[in-house]
């Protein structure tokens, strides 16, 4: 009886947290044109509900109802499973993101790695979308952003290994308690240029302006989507701001304390312990979001060379010398 109890509580807690993210997808969109709007001189979706609030569900219906084309010369079977894919292992690593104390789905000792493992599995359904659509345009893209994730996701781990040295752990949950026992309550501060490598990396991570290559209109129509369309299309659209949401809670939990409040905050005011974790923990999520919509809405797009050298001639290094850093204040001065 007691087994069936647990199942079914992590039943319902697994639909909880997908269906609370879908809902976050849905209206991350709709902020972002809402921000980038205000930014240009314009005021976004108005329409649809009390000031565009159900554009969302709007654009939802209308990707679910659009004719889905196929190209005919496309191996249908990959064409298919492409997206499924690339979705399925996004919406597998929030199984390991703590949104409280202990309050992930499977709080594995090794959560970063696992999601480090699901961001590549996704590489091979953008590779298989751009090869199955026998599209040029669709290969190119593809290959831009196995390029893309392989060459950035180096510095990103590499970043993270301070912080793995300064919490001795890489599990999420030990990470953030870590960042409680520091005097500024977080790793920001600590591993300072291993915070900005990682939030540079998130950005090609995620294939978002000004990293957007893989997608890049002017130059290859829509990349590794130019021949989707429909529900299938939809499902890309998904799995890129869910992997936003991953990219903005890992810079939480890893760098910016998590659900907890740096330590001279509390003693500062401390009826704020008082409010529940996850509330801080979506503000600081919630505020990196908007700097993803700040960014698209005021940087210009990199060529691809300059890209690749980024990435490799100065995130890697950079964070090498971090690491290296880090490792020896680590030993002998703390």
């Known amino acids: 009886m ?40 314009r005021i976004g979706p108005v329409e649809v509900g009390f000031r565009g609030l159900l554009q969302p569900f709007a654009d939802m219906v209308k990707s679910l109802f659009k004719e889905d084309i196929i190209p ?46 699901m961001a590549s599995l996704a590489v091979y359904g953008i590779i298989v979308a751009g090869w199955s659509s026998n599209s040029k345009y669709s290969f190119f893209g593809s290959i831009r952003s ?8 180096i510095a990103m781990g590499i970043s993270l290994a301070g912080v793995f040295l300064m919490a001795g752990s890489v599990n999420l949950n030990d990470i953030v308690l870590a960042q409680r026992e520091q005097p500024l309550g977080m790793f920001a501060v600590l591993q300072i240029v291993g915070f900005v490598v990682f939030v540079i ?4 991570e995620t294939n978002r302006t000004p990293f957007d290559l893989p997608e890049a209109e002017t130059e290859l129509v829509a990349g590794y989507l130019t021949e989707y369309s429909g529900f299938r299309y939809a499902l890309f659209f998904l799995a890129e701001y869910i992997s936003m949401y991953i990219m903005a809670a890992l810079i939480a939990l890893c760098y910016l ?9 509390t003693r500062a005011l401390p009826f704020l312990e008082q409010v529940p ?27 691809f060379d300059q890209l690749m050298a980024i990435g490799w001639k100065i995130l890697i290094p950079v964070s090498v010398v971090n690491i290296v850093i880090t490792a020896f204040v680590k030993r002998w001065l703390m």
């Open 2 to 41: 007691e087994l069936l109890v647990t199942i079914a509580k992590t039943v319902l807690y697994v639909a909880a947290v997908f269906g609370v993210t879908l809902l976050h997808v849905a209206y991350a969109t709709y902020f972002e044109r809402k921000v980038i709007g205000r930014m240009q001189g």
């Open 277 to 303: 974790g996850i509330i801080w923990f979506l503000i600081k999520v919630y505020a990196f979001m908007f700097f993803y919509f700040w960014v698209r809405a005021t940087l210009p797009r990199y060529r």
């Open 201 to 204: 990396s998130a950005f090609a």
């Open 257 to 265: 304390g998590g659900w907890a409040l740096p330590g001279f905050v």
């Open 146 to 153: 196995a390029a893309q994730v392989i060459s950035y996701e």
């Open 72 to 117: 005919a010369a496309a191996d249908r079977t990959l064409f298919f499973l492409a997206p499924v894919i690339v979705v399925a292992s996004v919406m597998t690593s929030l199984a390991v993101i703590p949104f409280f104390n202990n309050g992930a789905i499977a709080n594995l000792n090794v959560g970063v790695l696992f999601i480090f493992a």
